[in-house]
């Protein structure tokens, strides 16, 4: 099982960070990874770190603005989220795979997803 917290409405150039806790599963044998989707978009992938704390960022638009981690002590991963804008706005779901993390965000890659949390950018 997997539980996404901290979604949430912020103003443009905002941050938040999202916590996503694991239970039911070896937590630190799995790649852990954060997709979004927005309203009429497909659900596209945002970052992942392997069990192995090798990490990828997907879309341009995120690198240098979002940063992914993981506690495997505590079975949670986190996706730390600076300088937001309108275009960030989706429901953010984490997932987990095995070990590594794909080379391209392939939804069948993964395993087990959480029920999603709200994040909204809006003035």
């Known amino acids: 099982q997997l539980v996404e917290s901290g979604g949430g409405s912020v103003q443009p150039g905002g941050s938040l960070r999202l916590s996503c806790e694991a239970s039911?599963?070896?937590?630190?044998?799995?790649?852990m990874g954060w997709f979004r989707q927005a309203p009429g978009k497909e659900r596209e992938g945002v970052s992942c770190?392997?069990?192995?704390?090798?990490?990828?960022y997907y879309p341009d638009s995120v690198k240098g603005r979002f940063t992914i981690s993981r506690d495997n002590a505590n079975s949670k991963v986190y996706l730390q989220m600076n300088s937001l804008n309108s275009e960030d706005t989706a429901v953010y779901y984490c997932a987990a795979g095995p070990l590594a993390c794909p080379l391209v965000p392939d939804i069948a890659w993964f395993d087990y997803w959480g029920q999603g949390t709200q994040v909204t950018v809006s003035s």
């Open positions: 039911g599963f070896t937590f630190d044998i799995y790649a």
């Open positions: 770190i392997s069990s192995s704390d090798e990490v990828t």
